[in-house]
């Protein structure tokens, strides 16, 4: 046989190794002084590990569950802040827009100017048709 991988000193030691399998590793070990110091070492480490209490699946569900519910009740509360952002930002636009919309646009000087003198290009001759009908002179 080859030597003893990690994996299966760890399942030999918890156990979980039977049959042929588990003669083949008794008869490594006793003839592998590397493969022995590892199994020795592995088994203190797990024999130190029995000591903790493994954590029932159940538990371990409901901390998953919890934190994700956690995560998902933060994400809602961003999903409603960003809703209230953006009904306030729109009602500002409209509001904009409205003002706008609504507001008289102011004539600029030139255009004023412009209007002006085409009104009195269009009295001037009209007032002298006027005079020249009622024989008035100027």
């Given at each position: 046989m080859k030597h003893v991988t990690e994996i299966q000193l760890i399942e030999y030691t918890n156990g979980s190794v039977g049959g042929p399998q588990k003669a083949a590793i008794d008869n490594h070990l006793a003839g592998c002084n590397s493969c022995r110091r590892l199994y020795e070492q592995t088994k203190l480490v797990?024999?130190?590990?029995?000591?903790?209490?493994?954590?029932?699946?159940?538990?371990?569900?409901?901390?998953i569950r919890q934190g994700v519910a956690a995560t998902v009740g933060g994400w809602r509360n961003m999903y409603n802040l960003a809703r209230v952002a953006a009904v306030i930002i729109i009602a500002a636009l409209a509001g904009y827009f409205a003002a706008i919309a609504f507001t008289p646009v102011q004539q600029s000087d030139s255009v004023a100017i412009l209007?002006?003198?085409?009104?009195i290009s269009f009295t001037q001759p009209a007032r002298h048709i006027a005079l020249a009908v009622s024989?008035?002179?100027?």
């Open positions: 797990y024999d130190s590990l029995g000591d903790l209490a493994v954590p029932q699946v159940n538990d371990l569900t409901a901390k209007k002006a003198q085409s009104e024989g008035e002179t100027r």
